[in-house]
């Protein structure tokens, strides 16, 4: 039995003058009768097929075979033999192809002179297949012949047209080429196009060239190779190429691999175009489209798009789920199903301003109603969308400040109780009208508050939500001046409140039981004490504030206390005015004056207090402060400086006002500031005056300025400078005190935004590492991308090197593409988010290194995104703060990494940075 591969159904109707030899041959070969399918295939094939004996005698032929020879009948054929049928010059090739078919079992696509019956000639491709019996012993040959007449006829006419071909080449724009292949590759034509392209001199100098000597890089030369080999062709291949002189350009090669008889490459044919421009074109849109639809899809804000009658044609994604619509519901929405009728005028006045001008002018505020009914605030901002120049349809973007309006509301609400208190001169009407604003307007269902005097003994009470029988309880059930004064413990403070859980509460049953049922809690317990301190002048608390029963059933954070402590601070403002008023009757008229003052100060305080809250960057923040104090106080100038420990140096962060100090040295006792610091007190400029260790004092024409430390319990932070230089109006005592107040505050601000950095190991694995980098070493890894820096970095902390990186790639991707769980990893960018850091925030991210490196034994620091804090601050401003955190660096024994792309840098920036750092090999 025959393999399947040449089981051909062609037997059938053949003849031979033998009988019984054909007979006897089919059996040898068949052992089944071969399937229709099989036969019909050779009776439909375009190819001539031939079989023989070995002899080379025909046994069979198909119909194609008598049709390509011009025979009528297969007894013709049957029993001659096939070389009959080859031109007498092609018989001897045609006895060796059949002998090395017999030899090798197969003989492809030869090319023979054939001959028909009338003796014309044709040319004929012969393939021819050795066929075995069942144990391997040859019996016959199959044999396919295909006429290429008309195919060699095409060969000479293209033969022909080589010429005009190469007229053309010499003509044409584009660079036209042939070379050999290979990785390094040699050209064997080139037309005057590609030698001009590159900016040869002469086209022999061009052909003088290895291929690769073109390629940037030359490695990309092999992968060309590769793939033409692979592929046969290449179509508008995107190439890194450089001119004679080194200039880089982008080319665009089509090529095609011109192949000989044998199936191997000749040579390369191609053409090329330079896209350099084009490329950049491209670049510049396809940056501007990602952009677009990075805003559109994934914004934080909502983005719609309407026509010029308000209805909307697109949403995206934050848009639609502000209002709680799906995708399919946008065609369905218009002005007029979202908004109620009385914000219609104002919203169609706005879309005929935009369609006029192109733009709205003013962001405007609309109350949305969402798909459930409900209704939110949104602020907006819409612009005209162009095709062709002509207004196609109108973008907007979308903020949802539904919370800022409840806040307004509620700031409203309580700036106008905080106004009423501040009118009264009763405490008891104080205190009862305090309770319950904070039982109305703050979401608490009961209030306490009591006065306390020096002893710490509660001297006046008021209560909101309380029965009668309540309040009773409260008073005969109170806690002693030891247990009061054990609330004030720092572990205990969320905000400037104290909040002590059940589990820690230090004396037994006390006060009224609650009243919020278990569904109503979440992390909330019914034994839970919250206490809002009254403070008066000197930071002293003078009263405390009890409340329970929290509306939303929460445990308490700093941002909702904020109104209560808003109204504490009021109260507590209008306490010390009642007390002063029954105290001082005799001297109302100072009173008065005295109370507007401190009462722009404590606002000064409130509206700093609430400006902070709304960013953690210390550059804005510490411009909001001095801009409290300047506005509370008056003082023409304000500065504020933080420690930098590694250059033991107090850095100037801030300054309001036409001056600004440089950097002052910790250690030399001659300027005022370190003393300030040294001694952790205020001083004023007779304090600096008399004292004979200071020699290098502020300018002369400065008549009136003040330092005032900033501190924590447990260290120094920095200092505020206050001067007036040209009114040169004293400070006074009591400005130094309220002064200690917003210094208390920078304080309070900077160890509530400070990022606490555990240093963690991610791995240790027990292999050697792959690169070496010496601890108490910075390095500069100069690389067009991160992903070196980033290798290395990981090398690090997976052999047991703590590590912490600050970087301008988000920390979410960082970690999905680099597997890392327990590294710390900070965002530089101006989006806050709870992983992000501004990047003008130097000082900042200076400190928490710093901090990082205090608590860490071995470790590794990843600083990427050099060139994005150079251009949020500048070259200077980013060296002074590499140069302070290699010295911590060096101190700590750690290492540095600092990745940077050379063509973003100039030449002098990059030799002042590779000076600075070791630069990694």
Not at 267 to 291: N, P, Q
Not at 608 to 620: Q, V
Request: include cysteine; glycine fraction near 6%; charge should be negative.
């Amino acid at each position: 039995m025959y393999a399947p591969s040449y089981s051909i159904a062609f037997w059938e109707g053949f003849q031979m003058k033998d009988e019984n030899k054909k007979n006897q041959l089919i059996e040898e070969l068949w052992q089944h009768k071969p399937e229709e399918m099989y036969r019909k295939l050779v009776e439909t094939s375009p190819e001539a097929v031939t079989v023989t004996d070995l002899e080379g005698t025909i046994i069979y032929v198909s119909q194609r075979t008598l049709e390509l020879h011009n025979f009528e009948r297969v007894d013709e054929l049957l029993g001659r033999s096939a070389f009959d049928l080859v031109a007498p010059e092609d018989r001897e090739k045609a006895v060796i192809g059949l002998e090395k078919a017999l030899k090798e079992g197969l003989v492809r696509n030869t090319e023979y002179t054939m001959l028909r019956k009338d003796g014309s000639r044709f040319v004929g491709e012969v393939s021819a297949s050795l066929m075995r019996d069942a144990d391997g012993n040859p019996k016959a040959f199959i044999a396919t012949t295909r006429d290429i007449t008309e195919h060699k006829q095409m060969d000479e006419a293209l033969q022909e047209s080589e010429e005009k071909y190469r007229t053309l080449t010499d003509n044409v724009n584009v660079g036209v080429y042939r070379n050999t292949a290979g990785p390094k590759g040699r050209f064997i034509e080139a037309n005057p196009a590609i030698v001009k392209m590159f900016d040869y001199d002469t086209k022999e100098e061009f052909l003088g060239i290895n291929v690769a000597e073109l390629y940037q890089h030359p490695e990309d030369r092999k992968k060309f190779n590769e793939k033409m080999e692979r592929d046969g062709f290449v179509r508008d291949e995107e190439l890194q190429l450089k001119k004679k002189d080194g200039t880089p350009f982008i080319g665009s090669v089509s090529a095609v691999a011109i192949k000989d008889e044998k199936g191997e490459v000749k040579y390369y044919d191609g053409i090329i175009e330079d896209i350099t421009e084009r490329k950049k074109i491209e670049g510049a849109l396809r940056e501007s489209e990602i952009r677009y639809k990075a805003l559109f899809d994934r914004g934080l804000y909502g983005v719609f798009v309407s026509d010029f009658e308000g209805n909307f044609i697109d949403a995206n994604e934050a848009a639609l789920n502000l209002l709680e619509y799906a995708k399919e519901d946008i065609s369905s929405l218009n002005f007029a199903s979202l908004l109620d009728e009385d914000q219609l005028p104002k919203a169609f006045e706005i879309l005929e301003e935009i369609r006029q001008d192109g733009f709205q002018k003013n962001p405007a505020e609309y109350k949305l109603r969402k798909k459930n009914g409900e209704y939110l605030w949104v602020e907006t901002e819409a612009s005209v969308i162009y095709r062709e120049g002509n207004p196609s349809a109108i973008q907007g973007i979308a903020r949802d400040i539904t919370e800022r309006k409840q806040l307004e509301n509620q700031r409203q609400h309580l700036t106008s109780i905080a106004n009423d208190i501040l009118q009264r001169k009763n405490l008891e009407e104080i205190l009862d009208t305090v309770a319950h604003a904070i039982r109305d307007h703050c979401g608490f269902g009961r209030v306490v508050i009591f006065l306390l005097n020096e002893s710490f003994e509660a001297t006046h009470l008021a209560f909101a939500g309380l029965t009668k029988e309540e309040e009773a309880i409260a008073l005969q059930s109170h806690l002693s001046p030891e247990q009061r004064r054990s609330i004030l413990q720092e572990r205990f403070k969320v905000g400037r409140s104290y909040y002590i859980p059940h589990n820690q509460v230090q004396w037994g049953e006390m006060g009224v039981a609650s009243k919020l049922k278990p569904e109503q809690m979440e992390d909330w317990h019914p034994d839970d004490f919250l206490f809002v301190p009254l403070y008066g002048e000197h930071n002293t608390v003078i009263g405390l504030i009890s409340v329970d029963d929290p509306a939303d059933g929460k445990a308490p954070t700093a941002t909702s206390l904020a109104p209560v402590e808003l109204l504490a601070t009021q109260a507590a403002i209008a306490i010390e005015n009642a007390r002063l008023i029954e105290e001082i009757s005799q001297y109302t008229e100072l009173l008065e004056s005295k109370v507007e003052e401190r009462t722009r100060k404590r606002e000064a305080l409130l509206e700093t207090n609430y400006r902070l809250r709304e960013t953690t960057s210390w550059d804005k923040g510490m411009k909001i402060i001095l801009e409290g104090i300047t506005k509370g106080f008056g003082f023409e100038n304000a500065e504020l400086f933080l420690i930098n420990e590694a250059r033991r140096v107090l850095e100037n962060i801030a300054v309001i006002g036409d001056e600004k100090k440089e950097d002052i040295p910790l250690d030399n006792m001659g300027y005022v500031a370190p003393q300030c610091v040294a001694e952790k007190n205020p001083i004023t400029i007779q304090e600096a005056s008399s004292n004979r260790r200071v020699k290098k004092q502020i300018e002369p024409v400065l008549e009136s300025f003040a330092w005032v430390p900033i501190m924590t319990q447990s260290e120094v932070l920095g200092a505020i400078s206050v001067y007036n230089k040209t009114s040169q109006t004293p400070i006074s005592d009591e400005e130094l005190d309220d002064l200690l107040l917003f210094a208390n505050q920078a304080a309070h601000y900077v160890e509530s935004t400070r990022f606490l950095i555990s240093p963690a190991v991610e791995n240790t694995l027990t292999s050697e590492m792959k690169y070496r980098v010496k601890a108490g070493e910075s390095y500069l890894i100069e690389n067009p991308h991160p992903g070196e820096a980033f290798e290395i970095f990981m090398d690090a902390v997976t052999h047991g090197i703590q590590g912490f990186s600050i970087c301008r790639t988000h920390p979410k991707k960082v970690r999905k593409n680099y597997g890392l769980k327990k590294t710390p990893i900070l965002w530089l960018s101006t989006i806050e988010t709870e992983d992000s850091v501004d990047p003008k925030d130097l000082a900042k991210i200076n400190h928490m290194l710093h901090e990082f490196l205090k608590k860490a034994t071995d470790s590794v620091i990843l600083l990427e995104g050099i060139e994005y804090l150079i251009i949020q601050n500048d070259f200077e401003k980013v060296i002074k703060a590499l140069h302070s955190l290699n010295d911590h660096i060096t101190i700590a024994n750690s290492r540095l990494l600092v990745p940077v792309s050379p063509k973003t840098m100039s030449e002098k920036e990059l030799s002042i940075l590779e000076k600075e750092f070791r630069v990694f090999k």
